[in-house]
Structure formats: C-alpha cells, structure tokens
C-alpha cells in the first residue's frame, strides 16, 4: 500500500502545491485523482515520484509510505527500484529512438528474474500495435501507440504501483477505452496498483474504484467511485450533467 498524510509541497520556496493532503492506495486498487486545473493532482504524483526539485519544489510536510517504508527522502531512480513508476503527462518517449529501444532503456529499472526478453513480449502481448511497430522511431508514432509505449516502459519495470497522469490526454475516445481496456487487465492480471490522474472524469470514474477530488492542494471529496458518481456535485462540475 502507498499512502501519503498531511502532504505539503512549496514551489520557489513561496507557491502552495499541496496543503495538508493524505490518501491511500491500497495493493492492487486502481485510485483516482480529479479536480480541475492547478488542484494539485500532478503535483501529488511528482511528491511520490520525487520529481519536484527538478522544478524547485519541495516537501515540507507530512510523509510517503510505501508498505510502512518512508520513500520520502529517496532519490527518484530508488523509488523506480522500490517499484514505483511514474508515466509521466505528455507521453515521455524517445522519439528519436525505435520502439524496442525505449523498452531496452527502461530496462536499468527491471527488478525480479524475468528475462528482457520476456518483459519485451509481455509488452507486446498487452499492446501488440507496439510489437508491429518494433523497429519503428518512437517519434513517428500515433499519440495513442505513444501512450502505449509510455505504458509499456513501466510494465518493463515490473512495477507494484504505477502513477499514471493524464493517459487520455488529446486522445480519441475510442484510442481512450482502448487504452483503458489494457490498463485494467493489466492491473487485474499483475495485481499492479495505480493512482490515476484524469481530466477525463467519466473514463476515471468508471475504471477506478476509489476517488479524490483535489481542490487546491488538498482533498474536498473522497469516497467509492460509485458513490462519487451519484454525488450531485461531481456530475454537475465534472461529467457536465445538470
Ligand atoms: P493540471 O491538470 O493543470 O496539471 P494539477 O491539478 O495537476 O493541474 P498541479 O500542476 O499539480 O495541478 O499544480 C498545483 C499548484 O502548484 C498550482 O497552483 C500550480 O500553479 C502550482 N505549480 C505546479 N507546478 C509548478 C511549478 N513548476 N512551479 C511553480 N508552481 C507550480
């Protein structure tokens, strides 16, 4: 299990990113973060991943747990190793690389005895688009295959808990469910963990099983995404019904 309390996170020293902000993801759940921009969603996943001093943020309050393990103070590639991968907003690939030459190089985080090879097919049988695709540059992909090859470069890790933001981002609805559809299996199948970031409060609410609603660093809502979806509030500013 993740968990974070009484999370706080200054930018510059001057900025709140975070106030006060506690949550759990429990082992094999999938947990989602909404909340409209500039909440603090993507800045909960960069706490956890330890990628706020790139942007001269910090933490200066609360703690990070991973099964009881403070991760707070690690670097970011001993988090990576500890089993935690961030798939960052934006599709991070190396476009100038091909397909199989982004998964060789996330492979400095692989952790357990399965073999390259064997993390590379595993991969591919998730999305085999990126299997047809091997040799091609990353750059010439789809915005869809390049979500997929993010994706693939956290399976590579044989991670326990993926931070996954923004996945739908620019995406087409269909390119989205499919997505979504291999997101679940593979967190059913390999019982993989993951805090979800979605704009896309439809798409989130239907594959998490619990939700946060984030307004200005800190949480203002949480429950079941059932109950999140029955909630009046959430469908009026959040699935546009009225
Ligand atoms: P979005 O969907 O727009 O990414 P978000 O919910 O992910 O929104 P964050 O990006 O985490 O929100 O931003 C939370 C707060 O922290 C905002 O007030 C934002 O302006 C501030 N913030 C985020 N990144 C930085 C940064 N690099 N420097 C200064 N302030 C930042």
New binding site residues.
Partial sequence: MLEIKGLEVI??GV????SDLSLKVPQGSIVALL??????????LKAISNFLPL???RVTKGTITLEGDNILKLAPHEIVRRGVFHVR?GRYVFSDMTVEENLIAATFAKKGSQSRQAAFDEVYTYFPILSQRRRQMAGYLSGGEQQMLAIGRALVADPRVILLD?PSLGLAPLIVNEIFEIIARINREKKVSILL?E?NAMIALKYASYGYV?ES?HSVLEGTTQDLAANKDIQKFYLGRV
Avoid at 36 to 43: E, Q
């Fill in positions: 930018y510059q900025i709140q990113g975070l909340g409209a921009n500039g909440a603090g969603k993507t800045t909960t942007e001269d943020g907003e923004e970031v704009q984030l660093g």
